[in-house]
């Protein structure tokens, strides 16, 4: 199979999918619909608070809610790469509109959310403590309209599968920006459908498939190195 843009977008698209390896769904919070002193702390007393069924809408018009909720991590998951995966309020790319938020574990504030950003990594110290409390502060925005709570999980993230995608993504969105008889678009073009041609889609999720992904990178790594390389001596 040789390269194409389209093809290769179908297959990030794809490889997409497999980057999270095992998801834990978290179905609920507890959540409180005004601005409250202490709320992220874990020892604040939220037992009055109502449940909030995740995929139902909250907010209106520059409104304030509170989501908290434990979190229990997996005693295997210790020492692997996993991640609070939230998207708590629609919004738009670039954060023009729509909801923001500010997550804090155990008390400390670690991360904003918003449409471009959904994860916080988990940290060894967390993982080994085996459980954390999430308080999550969150801001409807300017708009008169509702958000939508759609997703919130614990995910264990294959980091060969993430770092294949990203990098072959950087590398097509460049392909896309220069010019066709440009050498550099035609060495990313070769490299990439090389990389492509090495993975193991016939049964995406398995052992087999994840070695592809990862020989595949590590080639993928190595032809970009020598590219460069190459390029530095023409200079």
């Known amino acids: 199979m040789y390269f194409t843009i389209e093809k290769a977008q179908k297959y990030l698209s794809d490889l997409a999918n497999y980057i999270y390896v095992e998801q834990i769904c978290l179905e609920s919070l507890k959540h409180w619909p005004v601005d409250l002193a202490g709320a992220h702390l874990p020892e604040f007393d939220d037992s009055n608070w109502p449940e909030f069924k995740v995929g139902s809408s909250w907010g209106g018009r520059d409104q304030t809610y509170w989501f908290r909720r434990k979190v229990t991590i997996p005693p295997e998951w210790k020492g692997k790469k996993a991640a609070l ?75 060969e599968a993430e770092d294949f995608y990203f990098r072959a993504a950087t590398m097509l969105a460049a392909i896309r920006m220069l010019a066709e008889n440009d050498l550099t678009r035609i060495n990313l073009i070769n490299i990439l459908n090389k990389a492509i041609n090495a993975t193991d889609f016939r049964r995406p999720g398995s052992a087999e498939f994840y070695a592809s992904i990862a020989k595949a990178n590590e080639q993928l790594r190595a032809d970009l190195a020598a590219c460069k390389a190459e390029s530095g001596r023409r200079r």
């Open 85 to 159: 995966y939230l998207v708590v309020g629609s919004g738009e790319s670039g954060g023009i509109r729509g909801a923001e938020s500010l997550a804090y574990i155990d008390g400390a504030p670690v991360q904003g959310l918003d449409v471009n950003h959904w994860e916080i990594l988990l940290k060894p110290e967390w993982m080994e403590a085996g459980e954390i409390q999430l308080a999550i502060k969150s801001w409807s925005g300017l708009q008169d309209e509702l958000r939508w709570f759609t997703k919130a999980a614990l995910v264990r993230i294959n980091e």
